[in-house]
């Protein structure tokens, strides 16, 4: 959240939320945990994700909540991705579930694809598609599920300089750009920025890596929905057999 909410080239480990391409680049058996606290009653988010490496790829589960008792969206995602050359892709494939109170309750299962591909040691681009298949609701109107399209570019200006950039595309909306900037600022003590148009939604955050653990927190700022927090954990279990 950190870096604006960018996903087609963040961490590796959240590629079973974001990006599944990104999957092969993880190097050791992981687990990760997610909550973040919003000032907008009901806009609670909750994440897990669990990844293991082996000889013939990546395994990713994930599980994700948003919402209240009122109304919640529910996702429980099992990935796969491997690493071809230059590039690594991935797809992921998603139980979906809506409750409203009063209105019941709506399932779907919708298909997602992306890659992120390394050009220069310097210079990765990657993309990713939710809902390929554009799959529907189990409602009497046969709701479609989102489909967006996301697409960015991640430049090393130095060696503890990041920039990324990401256009993110929903078929039935208008474009958002997205901008985030990561500093090394000290041993593995990270400064994170991001912004977005034209929401308007800025965020900052700060993080650590100590051997196999990893932490981290998000502060963002949006016009209309007003303040969000966000703590992640990361823990590395062992090096994968690849």
Not at 54 to 59: A, C, M, R, S, V
Not at 82 to 87: D, P, T, Y
Not at 93 to 105: D, H, K, L, M, R
Request: charged fraction near 15%; aromatic fraction near 12%.
């Amino acid at each position: 959240m950190a870096l604006g909410r960018i996903s087609a080239l963040t961490d590796p480990l959240w590629g079973t939320t974001n990006n599944p391409g990104g999957l092969a680049k993880t190097e050791f058996t992981s687990a990760a945990f997610a909550y973040e606290v919003a000032t907008l009653p009901g806009a609670n988010r909750l994440a897990s994700a669990f990844i293991k490496p082996l000889n013939w790829g990546t395994w990713g589960l994930s599980a994700f909540r948003f919402g209240d008792e009122i109304y919640h969206e529910q996702f429980v995602s099992v990935s796969f991705a491997n690493q071809l050359g230059i590039a690594s892709l991935g797809g992921r494939i998603n139980y979906v579930q809506y409750s409203a109170e009063g209105f019941g309750t709506s399932r779907g299962v919708s298909l997602d694809f992306g890659g992120v591909a390394q050009l220069t040691p310097q210079l990765s681009i990657g993309a990713y598609i939710t809902n390929l298949t554009r799959s529907q609701l189990n409602t009497l109107h046969d709701d479609p599920l989102p489909t967006r399209l996301f697409t960015g570019i991640q430049l090393e200006l130095s060696e503890k300089v990041l920039l990324l950039t990401e256009v993110e595309k929903d078929i039935d909306f208008d474009a958002i750009w997205k901008a985030g900037v990561e500093w090394d600022v000290y041993k593995k003590i990270f400064f994170r920025t991001g912004y977005q148009l034209p929401l308007r939604t800025a965020s900052f955050g700060v993080g650590t890596v100590r051997s196999r653990l990893s932490i981290d927190y998000a502060f963002q700022w949006q016009r209309i929905s007003g303040t969000s927090h966000q703590a992640s954990a990361t823990y590395r279990f062992q090096r994968n057999q690849k």
